[in-house]
């Protein structure tokens, strides 16, 4: 059975830093994509974040310079690493398995498992 | 910018069908964008519904159903059930690793 489990979120100044980690079972993390999703309170989902198979990452222009998608292998976890903290960072955090959904030179995606989410707070 | 358009909220009858669309800021939603659609509701993690543009996920009644029509994707909902009032979430595949999710759609069946 497929899942993800997400930790490491809290409360954090502005100017901050917090390390989100996703623990996954029943697949291969590094055998994936895998990607970070958030969602503000009230609001809508925000896509974060992508690593790919080779290695590759992608970022949202919000977050580009600022947070660093990573996975350990060794442990099949998958990382954020968000730095300099903004209050508009203020979201729940998920983890999601992303699926392929072509081949050749077409690398589109699909969320197809979710984590429960990780609360970060960015507040003074 | 690109921004993905939804509606904000619909409302369906029980027993009724409802087609929900995911739109573009500029310019038509195709396959090409590889749609895909999700369903939440308050305080859980998202649930995939459609991938591919029409692809349901596994164990998703076939009463979701997804297309493109016209210049959008779109989501249907035939024969609504109470426990479809959910949030819906489209999401379109930008290129480069990038994809953007709409606003969402707040569902309301009565």
């Known amino acids: 059975e497929v899942q993800l489990v997400e930790s490491g979120g809290g409360l954090v100044q502005p100017g901050g830093s917090l390390r989100l980690s996703c623990a996954a079972s029943?697949?291969?993390?590094?055998?994936?994509?895998m990607s970070w999703v958030r969602q503000a309170p009230g609001k809508g989902l925000e896509w974060v974040s992508i690593?790919?198979?080779?290695?590759?990452?992608y970022y949202a222009d919000s977050v580009k310079g600022r947070f660093t998608i990573s996975r350990d292998n060794s442990k099949n976890t998958l990382h954020l690493q968000m730095n300099s903290l903004r209050a508009e960072d203020t979201a729940v955090y998920y983890c999601?398995?992303?699926?392929?959904?072509?081949?050749?030179?077409?690398?589109?995606?699909?969320?197809?498992?979710w984590g429960q989410g990780t609360l970060v707070t960015v507040s003074s | 910018q690109t921004v993905v358009t939804q509606e904000p909220s619909f409302s369906v009858s029980p027993g009724g069908t409802v087609t929900l669309t995911c739109g573009l800021s500029?310019?038509?939603?195709?396959?090409?964008?590889?749609p895909s659609w999700y369903q939440q509701t308050p305080g859980q993690a998202p649930r995939t519904l459609i991938y591919s543009t029409n692809t349901r996920s596994s164990g998703v009644p076939d009463r979701f159903s997804g297309s493109i029509l016209g210049n959008k994707a779109a989501l249907t909902i035939t024969g609504a059930q109470a426990d479809d009032e959910s949030d819906y979430y489209c999401v379109l595949y930008m290129g480069s690793g990038i994809s953007v999710f709409g606003g969402g759609t707040k569902l309301a069946v009565l």
């Open positions: 029943g697949f291969t993390v590094s055998s994936n994509y």
């Open positions: 690593i790919y198979i080779g290695g590759s990452t």
């Open positions: 999601a398995r992303a699926y392929r959904s072509c081949g050749g030179t077409c690398y589109a995606y699909y969320f197809d498992y």
């Open positions: 500029s310019g038509s939603v195709s396959t090409n964008y590889y």
